[in-house]
């Protein structure tokens, strides 16, 4: 804008100096050009009163200084001239300020020389006796005058651009100083032209919508990313050529990353060429899906296309970790089949011994054998099914009722019901701690308790000992059953707890068990809020650690 202003301004200044220049020099041309025609002229009547008093002797008695006088006779012959000789100039009977003088008594023209430098005048007046006077005199032209006057000229255009220039330079800093110092952040805070005024309220509206505009997005945009952040599910949103516009914490778990990659390639963020084919897939066809396994979980990946005005502006990724619901299915599978199992087993054997005394095929004094086993059969198909019921009630989260409970008191009592199993298994049973209340579920604790010490014992060695251990830490209530048993290797510690997970199924089966107590111990625990730690080893012993808030 400076530019154009000291441009405007320089422009201006030198019109109006070459005008004024051609105007001066126009007015004082013309204004001497009229003096000497008038002095011409008056020279002229009074050289024509001297010939007609005197005769044209008076010729000889005249000075002469710039004018050149010339007498022609009414025939055109040349009569006397001042500067050339007469008597070898041509005829001017042709001379067209002669012929205006014979006709009309005076007469007057102009010629220029041939470089148009000088012109010269000429007037004429006939005399009484029928021959004409002229009087002449060269002058320069305005365009002789310019060249004569060129040195000073271009001193003066070079004093007159200098002082435009300058001039033009400070002028338009000062129009431009104020413009430049208007605080577009605060239009209504300027001292400026009044002129603006209209501009900066017009730039004061704008800024109130734009910053209107700016916190409604700032806070659509701590919406989004608080609804994304607090996302179970992975997002991942990509512009243009993969660029990473956003991530959320659960994808950044996904991928594993440990710094910032917004506005990164998504390359350098994963390589997986199942990844971005599936991405590719959801450029072209819009949707693109794909179920990954990593760290030992299930993911489920589905990616859609972003179009803006019919044209791909991006990707959205979203990742669902799948692997409880892929672990459910497992479970619920295996759970089927191990119920199946279980139940067709004791079955066969119950339909098998009722069969052969249907058919008479067993002794008498064997039938009470059979139906014994009968029996067993049947008590061991009741305990799996209350087991599955407690399982299922778990599951379904019956509510049950919560009361007091001393900890101590209750697990002696179920140390006192199992002691004559482990009188059998030649185990050792021993309590320690002291009274501890807790608020919890009688038939869940039942469950924990004997399910624990039960186990404790079974898999104990003969001669060995199980030490169960009650009391408080940090408001918690806090159950150790410790064995000298068998032990759990490390690869089955972290399933012992599924439903119908066993060890060593052959043992399993030759002590009995449903497999599902420590499933049961597990859902109680969790209903109760409670916690349970393992640590075991082989042929050394297993600790288990309960933990329950009071």
């Known amino acids: 804008m400076t530019k154009k202003i000291f441009r405007s301004i320089f422009i201006v200044a030198m ?115 029928g021959s004409v006077l002229r009087v002449s005199m060269s002058r320069y032209t305005i365009l002789a005058l310019i060249f004569s006057m060129i040195d000073s000229i271009v001193i003066i255009l070079a004093i007159a651009l200098i002082l435009s220039v300058i001039l033009s330079h400070s002028l338009s800093k000062r129009i431009v100083k104020p413009l430049e110092n208007v605080n577009l952040d605060k239009p209504m805070e300027n001292d400026t032209y009044n002129e603006l005024a209209p501009i900066l309220t017009r730039l004061e509206e704008q800024h109130r919508q734009i910053h209107n505009q700016r916190e409604e997005l700032k806070e659509r945009k701590n919406e989004f990313f608080a609804v994304i952040s607090n996302m179970n599910e992975g997002l991942v949103l990509l512009g243009e050529n993969r660029m990473i516009l956003s991530i959320n914490p659960a994808a950044e778990s996904f991928f594993n990353i440990d710094h910032d990659y917004i506005k990164k390639d998504f390359i350098l963020l994963e390589r997986d060429p199942k990844i971005n084919k599936m991405i590719s897939l959801a450029e072209e066809s819009g949707k693109g899906e794909l179920v990954v396994s990593r760290d030992g979980r299930e993911y489920q990946l589905s990616a859609s296309r972003v179009e803006t005005r019919d044209k791909v502006s991006g990707v959205v990724i979203l990742i669902f970790d799948m692997t ?19 139940l067709k087993t004791p079955l066969q054997s119950i339909m098998g011994s009722a069969e052969l005394i249907q058919n008479g095929l067993v002794k008498d004094e064997d039938i009470p054998q059979f139906v014994k086993y009968i029996r067993l059969e049947a008590s061991r198909m009741v305990t799996l099914i209350e087991d599955i ?12 009722i919560m009361e007091e409970i001393d900890l101590f ?41 004997y399910n624990l010490c039960d186990n404790a014992i079974k898999y104990n060695v003969n001669e060995g000992h199980v030490i169960v251990t009650v009391k408080e830490d940090n408001g918690n209530a806090v159950l150790i059953v410790e064995d000298t048993g068998i032990g759990i290797s490390k690869e089955h510690q972290l399933r012992i707890f599924e439903r119908f997970y066993r060890v060593d199924k052959s043992h399993s089966k030759q002590i009995g068990g449903t497999g599902l107590g420590l499933s049961i111990v597990k859902h109680a625990l969790q209903y109760m809020n409670g916690t349970i730690d393992l640590e075991s080893k082989m042929n050394v012993g297993t600790t288990i650690t309960v933990t329950i808030p009071k």
């Open 15 to 129: 019109i109006v100096f070459l005008s004024c220049f051609a105007l001066i020099m126009g007015v004082l041309y013309n204004y001497y050009n009229a003096q000497q025609e008038s002095g011409l002229k008056t020279e002229l009547s009074l050289v024509a009163d001297g010939i007609e008093n005197v005769g044209i002797d008076y010729l000889n008695h005249i000075d002469y200084l710039e004018s050149r006088l010339t007498l022609v006779s009414a025939t055109g012959d040349v009569l006397f001239d001042s500067q050339v000789d007469f008597s070898e100039m041509e005829n001017h009977a042709e001379r067209k300020e002669i012929k205006e003088a014979l006709i009309n008594g005076t007469g007057q023209s102009s010629r220029y020389s041939s470089t148009l430098t000088k012109q010269t005048v000429y007037y004429a007046k006939r005399l009484s006796n």
């Open 324 to 342: 409880e619901k892929v672990f459910a299915e497992r479970n619920r599978k295996e759970f089927t089949a191990n119920v199946s199992h279980e």
């Open 409 to 449: 008191a209750f697990v002696n009592a179920e140390l006192e019901s199992l002691r004559f199993v482990a009188e059998n298994k030649h185990v050792t049973l021993s309590l320690h701690g002291k009274t501890t209340i807790i608020k919890g579920v009688h038939q869940l604790l039942h469950e924990v308790v």
């Open 389 to 400: 019921i407690r399982l299922s009630q778990l599951d379904e989260q019956t509510d049950f």
